[in-house]
């Protein structure tokens, strides 16, 4: 964990934040109420991107269970989780961050899946196919699809 | 009778189209069967589903409810009358038919109400081991696939005789482990998403899930003709399709997992009707 971070640093005081490390999944740094302050890539985040991948079903699907007034242009939003209106005036990015990581980390028990996980699943398959997979898999989102679904959910601040 | 079915068309079609929740239509069949689509949640919950079990009927949209108001609309009943004709054919080497042992389909009146059961040497049996096991050893003939579309056709064509009657499933005495196994698998959060079935059809009934209206996930009304798939869905395919929806590796229909889920399962709606052969989207 901590090599991790210190390289970050290094890399970004060598070069002046040219080189990004991407944090491994297994060593992302939770604080006790499970925000992360660092960058999971080292790349800032795009937010136009973010909302393509909140409302793709082969990447967040953030939809299937949020309703985003900011996204209402595509179709079928869910009632399972809050509205994420003024999400960004609620919560700062290292939560945010955080709960779109490992939303379990913030809350207990939550149906929310952790998109920055690979391993500690009950059964876990492949993808859709319903056939067994072998962790560690694939986390759901990418260090740095994560940020830019963080970077479009900054957006989200009430007037 | 009329009144009743006017009654049934006018609340179907003042229903509000409103996000969330079940309707409160109310689901008359051929304008003279009653069906009991909500009703005091099993005391054996202990409030799981908080006081009422409903029906997936009340979740579907009133073009899909409607299908189900008379035989004539109801897709299912093409495979109820493949059924009906495969009652009385011969198969397999002793050369018997379904109706050589059990004259007429109407001899099962009741049964599906009970099923699944836990049979004389302690197995727990369900409707398709049932007739498989009449295929096999009393016709010798194949068995059918578990979810052929001619096992599935008889098990509805049995489960449409026990319509209307009250799904009335054991789960104490010789049922008790096999009803604590399928309790353990339904609040197991499966998959890489982690998600049991309790959390979308107990702590999210009512909400949409995308396009998806979540229902209590009760299995009265199974086999189940589903218009997507445009045939009749098997309980064991059902559960395979929403375990495989949690990026997880799913049991296989006919497992012994999947019996004693269905048992729990089964037993979270006893008091609705048997709505067998339902339609759903």
């Known amino acids: 964990m901590r090599l ?28 006790d109420y499970g925000a992360v302050a660092d960058s999971l890539s080292g ?83 492949n993808a859709f196919t319903g056939k067994a997979a072998t962790e560690p898999l694939p986390p759901l989102l990418t260090a740095q699809e994560i940020e830019d679904v963080v970077a479009f959910l900054m957006t989200l601040k009430d007037e | 009778m009329k009144l009743k079915a006017l009654t049934a068309v006018l609340l179907i079609s ?41 029906s997936g009927w009340h979740y579907r949209t009133d073009e899909t409810q409607s299908l189900e108001l008379d035989d004539f609309e109801n897709p299912s009943m093409i495979f109820v009358d493949q059924a009906i004709d495969a009652f009385d054919v011969a198969e397999g080497a002793a050369g018997k038919s379904c109706a050589d042992c059990h004259n007429d389909p109407e001899s099962f009146a009741g049964l599906t109400a009970t099923m699944p059961k836990v049979d004389g040497t302690g197995t727990l049996v369900v409707m398709e081991d049932l ?30 005789q026990s319509r209307g009657m009250p799904v009335d499933v054991k789960f ?59 045939k009749l869905i098997s309980k064991h395919n059902r559960f395979r399709g929403c375990i495989r929806d949690t990026r997880a ?3 296989a229909e006919g497992s012994d997992e999947f019996r004693a889920l269905e048992l729990y399962v089964a037993t979270r709606g006893n008091g609705l009707s048997v709505e067998t052969p339902a339609v759903r989207q």
């Open chain 2, 172 to 230: 104490d005495g010789a049922a008790a482990p096999y009803w604590e196994q399928g309790k353990e698998m339904y609040y197991t959060r499966y998959g890489q998403l982690e998600l049991s079935c309790a959390n979308c059809h107990e702590d999210n009934n009512g909400n949409y899930i995308r396009a998806d209206h979540l229902s209590q996930g009760q299995t009265n009304g199974f086999p189940t003709y589903r218009l997507k798939q445009a």
């Open chain 1, 4 to 31: 991790t971070t210190i390289a970050m640093a290094c890399a970004v005081l060598a070069a002046g934040g040219a080189i990004a490390e991407i944090a491994n999944p297994g060593d992302v740094q939770y604080d």
């Open chain 2, 14 to 54: 003042a229903a509000p189209v409103l996000a969330g929740g079940p309707d409160d239509d109310t689901l008359v069949i051929n304008e003279e069967i009653e069906m009991i689509t909500k009703t005091a949640a099993p005391a054996h919950l202990d409030g799981a589903l908080g006081d009422q079990v409903i």
């Open chain 1, 43 to 125: 790349t800032p985040g795009d937010a136009a991107n973010g909302a393509k991948i909140m409302t793709s079903r082969g990447a967040g699907n953030c939809i299937a269970c949020h309703e985003v007034t900011a996204l209402k242009n595509a179709p079928f939003h869910g009632e399972v989780g809050p509205i994420l209106d003024g999400v960004a005036s609620r919560w700062n990015e290292a939560e945010l961050r955080g709960i779109v990581a490992n939303a379990k980390k913030t809350y207990d028990g939550t149906v929310m899946p952790a998109f920055y996980k690979t391993s500690g699943y009950i059964r876990p398959g």
């Open chain 2, 249 to 251: 590796e799913t049991f």
């Open chain 2, 131 to 160: 007739i498989n096991t009449c295929r096999t050893e009393r016709m010798e003939a194949e068995p059918w696939k578990w979810s052929g579309d001619d096992m599935q056709a008889m098990v509805a064509l049995i489960g449409l």
